[in-house]
């Protein structure tokens, strides 16, 4: 277990929704990071925040958005699904952005 | 930019055989390395890792990656597998980007797989 917990596991819902996707990093963690992994795309970052603030963007879409809360849990924000957005979504914590990072279990999103 | 590439996308090996698992890297300024691991159906887990010193690290697991700043190589070694071993495995990289942050590129990822 490593600590950091994401909901919810599976989610399957209609091109065109919207869905939310959460993450609690582990206690004491200030650095978020959001993922996407596909068996195409592989692993491919998407953005980070430290401290509620955002430090990077990687490869995010704009129909894509991520925030982080006062208490530092984050959430993933993803808009006029598309089928190419079916994946699992990876949320990883860290003390320092530089440091090894903390994955959580996945979200399975797929989009039908 | 920097990247990361990992050699072979699959390893089949037989059980109690040594393995390598390969990572090259690309980047213009100094870096920290990672191996992670991810079980069936399980988030990433971290294997090892290189920040600064001793250039050959080790798992708690029998794995050990050496870096090789001439060659930018990070290979993954275990002189003897376990069919336990059997996943996939993610070499990482970070360099400096704005403001501090040091953002990981990952390896398209090795799946190796222990044969009895």
């Known amino acids: 277990d490593s600590g950091v917990t994401q909901t919810p596991k599976h989610l399957i819902t209609a091109t065109g929704q919207r869905v939310t996707l959460r993450c609690s990093p582990r206690s004491g963690d200030l650095s978020v990071y959001w993922y996407q992994q596909s068996l195409d795309q592989g692993l491919q970052f998407l953005i980070q925040y430290y401290n509620g603030e955002e430090r990077a963007k990687g490869n995010i879409l704009e129909r894509f958005s991520a925030q982080q809360f006062p208490d530092l849990h984050s959430e993933l924000n993803l808009s006029s699904l598309e089928l190419g957005d079916s994946a699992l979504y990876f949320c990883?914590?860290?003390?320092?952005?530089?440091?090894?990072?903390?994955f959580g279990p996945g979200t399975r999103l797929t989009v039908t | 930019a920097q990247s990361v590439t990992q050699l072979d996308s699959q390893v089949p090996v037989f059980e109690e055989a040594p393995v390598e698992l390969r990572c090259n890297y690309s980047?213009?300024?100094?870096?920290?390395l990672f191996w992670y691991v991810q079980y069936p159906n399980q988030g990433l887990q971290l294997l090892l890792k290189y920040l600064s010193g001793s250039t050959l690290v080790e798992s708690i697991n029998g794995f050990e990656a050496e870096f090789n700043k001439s060659q930018t190589s990070f290979h993954l070694r275990k002189p003897s597998v376990h069919i336990s071993d059997t996943a996939e495995y993610f070499c990482a990289v970070s360099d400096l980007r704005t403001r501090g942050s040091y953002i990981p590129t990952f390896g398209r990822g090795t799946s190796l797989i222990v044969h009895p």
């Open positions: 980047s213009s300024v100094s870096v920290y």
């Open positions: 990883a914590s860290s003390l320092n952005p530089h440091y090894e990072q903390y």
